[in-house]
């Protein structure tokens, strides 16, 4: 009788451990999912998306939308990845910028920028495409704890 406790009493922590996992990677990732479709609305309230009239929305959309990505991507690595907090926020942040120099390295520096002075939006076409990468990411790990489960 006592084995059969002690048994019983570790399959319910182990299952409920399982449980717990699965819906934690639910419940990130539908943050997940409400991040894209919130920048989805978003960048719908201004119908000219490239246009300079946008700019600061758009800007304003990237930045939020990224810093939601953020919020589920430092989630991700201290619940799956044991990093505590601080080590989570510089991973990401690191990643978050890196992407924005290199894509504003390879926006700003064409011979065609540099002849004809593109102006500030190199600096929206580096957030957007920073927000894109930042999405794969995310859904990257997402899938592959996902996968792991």
């Known amino acids: 009788m006592k084995y059969f406790l002690i048994l019983s009493f570790f399959c319910i922590i182990v299952c409920s451990n399982a ?10 990732e539908r943050d997940f999912i409400n991040c894209s479709n919130a920048f989805k609305k978003m960048e719908q309230k201004c119908p000219e998306s490239w246009s300079m009239k946008c700019y600061d929305h758009l800007m304003s959309a990237h930045k939020t939308t990224q810093q939601c990505f953020r919020k589920t991507a430092i989630e991700l690595f201290e619940k799956f990845y044991g990093l505590s907090n601080s080590e989570a926020q510089k991973k990401i942040d690191d990643f978050n910028k890196f ?32 927000t894109e990468q930042l999405q794969y990411y995310v859904n990257k790990i997402i899938r592959s704890i996902s996968a792991r489960n």
């Open 99 to 130: 992407i924005y120099d290199q894509y504003l390295f390879i926006f700003s520096e064409t011979d065609f920028c540099k002849k004809n002075n593109c102006g500030i939006s190199l600096y929206l076409y580096s957030e957007y495409t920073t």
């Open 19 to 28: 449980f717990c996992t699965e819906t934690t990677i639910d419940t990130l």
